[in-house]
């Protein structure tokens, strides 16, 4: 079966720790993106990587960071700056030259108290 | 400029009508507008999509309309049923790039 999977589904830390949410691919895409999820916001972009060893911002980063040391996983670890980590997590992926059509992996729920 | 408005927030629709949702952007330099799906507790996954040149563009019970000169796009859902019922969500971006700019999300509700 190809597809995106992302571990846990149900995420819980107390607040100051940091956590890392598990994205993985076997699409062999090239493109792989983190979105953050929360009630009538949409998805808002975190960071994308298009390369293995390469990644860009997103429009809301802060408190973000992420790898890309090979091909079919992006692992986001959300910090201890992050102001409001509690949010879906949605990972996704898609070929260079299709960027624009993303397959969703079933997503990350992280509750931080 | 970068953003999509989409609404209504939430509809609820009788078993066998029409559900419409809207969306509005800015933007002029995006040149594809996707549709996304999502049920509880899901990822969201590409339903249909629709670049400028096109005014309409037709999947099963799914229609795009595309007005460009008004920068306004919709998704009708023809006979719609209680397997609908889910979060769907406009999109739009450029293809040169690789962000993909969304809309806030209409929950829909499918009454049988």
């Known amino acids: 079966d190809g597809g995106i999977t992302q571990s846990p589904k149900y995420l819980f830390r107390k607040e100051g720790q940091n956590v890392t949410l598990s994205c993985e691919q076997n699409l062999n895409h090239d493109a792989m993106y983190w979105y953050r999820q929360d009630p009538g916001q949409g998805l808002r972009l975190i960071y994308y990587s298009q390369i293995v060893n390469d990644f860009q911002k997103g429009d809301i980063a802060e408190g973000y960071s992420v790898s890309r040391e090979k091909k079919e996983s992006f692992p986001l670890t959300v910090t201890s700056a992050q102001k409001n980590p509690t949010a879906f997590y949605l990972c996704a992926s898609s070929t260079h030259r299709n960027s624009y059509e993303q397959y969703f992996g079933p997503g990350t729920r992280l509750t931080v108290t | 400029q970068q953003q999509v408005k989409q609404s209504p927030q939430s509809l609820i629709v009788q078993k066998g009508g029409i559900s419409i949702i809207n969306c509005a952007y800015e933007n002029t330099a995006f040149d594809y507008f996707p549709w996304y799906q999502q049920f509880p507790g899901k990822g969201p996954a590409l339903l249909i999509a629709?670049?400028?040149?096109?005014s309409e563009k037709k999947e099963g019970r799914f229609t795009i309309s595309f007005n460009k000169s008004a920068k306004q796009f919709s998704l009708h859902i023809m006979d719609s049923q209680p397997g609908d019922s889910a979060t769907y969500f406009c999109a739009a971006l450029y293809t040169g790039g690789f962000k993909t700019i969304f809309g806030a999300g209409t929950r829909l509700f499918v009454k049988a």
């Open positions: 629709i670049r400028p040149d096109v």
